[in-house]
């Protein structure tokens, strides 16, 4: 059996924590192997059959080790098993949490390891070992939080990308010349703005590396939003959320089973004002309370629509009646979903057809369709 010298993560519990990725790199070159090798002899040791043909897995390089997959998985239990860390320490260290709620297509990941020439530099002055961060495989952040420069994605010296899996002596200095990736390019402006372009994405980090093994809920985002419509309902706030996110989009989100992009998420995060891992963990609590205060409660919209306005009672009344026969509807769907259906807003419903509102509402609620969790679970 094949054991690891045991090397400390850099970074742990906080939203500087270190890629699996960079970890990799400094285990493998303490014990004087490539990235690729060190992961096929523990497969082979331990007989784990798809890693053993990681190589597919492995053809887009380091980058790949921090993506919420099978492949990630089988690596993180694989290094724990060796190294007798709970594997906890090393998802953390991954987006392994986040393989339920997130879409992980391409967009999100990085493609290629970069990183802040100045955070390098800092690390070779302190004579700490340099790292990549987990924040930075994030292809959103664009910049460094703390030092406001753009990440670097290619050696200064030699224009190599850093995501080869071959033996390299460490993380600061590049995989192919071996200058150091803590050299900068002069006179680059750096602004707060920059600095704090991705601070939702740090949070979210920061949660990652402090819950270890905790995996974020597949309907975060619907329950939220789903709760926040219920909300708007009670305080007859209905039509102004929809100021936030059109209504179409929100029903896109509420009612598809799809999961949601990172960047999605992050925009409705932003126009709701709540916080993207809120929003992700589905803590609707919260965030009902923040947009509550957004919905102004003498902005009472009209609760005629135009189209409502031309539409014959009647014929909503019939149509309304064969939908709810129909087999489309089920006790799940809301009364957005029915209402969005007949080409009206729910406050229609609401003002012609009370009891079957009623009805709906409770049915919906019966089936466990909406979630509250408790303030602070
Ligand atoms: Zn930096
Ligand atoms: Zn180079």
């Known amino acids: 059996m094949v054991q690891l010298f045991r090397i400390q993560p850099r970074g742990l519990g906080t939203e500087e924590i270190e890629g699996f990725s960079s970890y990799l790199v400094r285990v493998a070159s303490a014990h004087a192997v490539s990235v690729g090798r060190l992961i096929s002899r523990l497969a ?5 059959g798809n890693v053993g043909d990681f190589s597919q897995s492995f053809a887009t390089g380091l980058p790949a080790l921090v993506r919420p997959s099978p492949f990630t998985r089988d690596v993180v239990e694989l290094i724990a098993g060796a190294s007798g ?5 090393f998802e953390s260290m991954t987006f392994l949490c986040l393989s339920n709620s997130l879409d992980s297509s391409a967009g999100t990941y990085s493609q290629h390891l970069r990183w802040c020439a100045e955070c390098m530099a800092e690390c070779e002055k302190k004579g700490e070992p340099g790292y990549f961060k987990l924040l930075w495989h994030l292809e959103a952040v664009k910049h460094c939080p ?9 050696c200064l010296h030699c224009q190599s990308h850093q995501s080869t899996a071959r033996l390299r002596t460490d993380c600061s200095s590049c995989a192919n010349c071996g200058n150091s990736l803590g050299a900068m390019v002069n006179n680059i402006n750096t602004s707060l703005g920059e600095k704090s372009a991705a601070a939702d994405l740090s949070d979210l980090v920061k949660r990652i590396a402090q819950s270890r093994s905790t995996e974020f809920p597949r309907d975060g985002v619907r329950l939220v939003l789903r709760h926040l419509l219920e909300e708007a309902w009670k305080t007859e706030n209905y039509d102004r959320i929809w100021d936030h996110i059109p209504k179409s989009e929100w029903l896109t989100y509420t009612e598809c089973d799809g999961v949601i992009r990172l960047a999605e998420a992050r925009h409705i995060a932003l126009r709701l004002g709540i916080r993207l891992v809120d929003l992700l963990q589905g803590s609707a609590i919260g965030s009902s309370r923040t ?6 409660a003498s902005c009472l919209n009209e609760l005629h629509t135009k189209r409502a306005k031309k539409l014959r009672k009647s014929a909503l009344g019939a149509a309304l009646k064969n939908l709810l026969k129909g087999s489309e509807f ?10 969005m259906k007949l080409g009206v807003t729910s406050d229609v419903l609401w003002r012609y057809y009370p009891s079957e509102s009623k009805e709906i509402v409770a049915r919906h609620l019966k089936a466990g369709a909406i979630y509250l969790p408790d303030p602070g679970s």
């Open 44 to 48: 082979a040791s331990r007989e784990i």
């Open 85 to 89: 860390v709970e594997p906890g320490v």
């Open 146 to 154: 703390q030092h406001g420069l753009p990440l670097s994605g290619k």
């Open 291 to 296: 947009i509550n205060s957004k919905l102004d």
């Open 330 to 339: 089920t006790p799940t769907k809301p009364l957005t979903w029915v209402a």
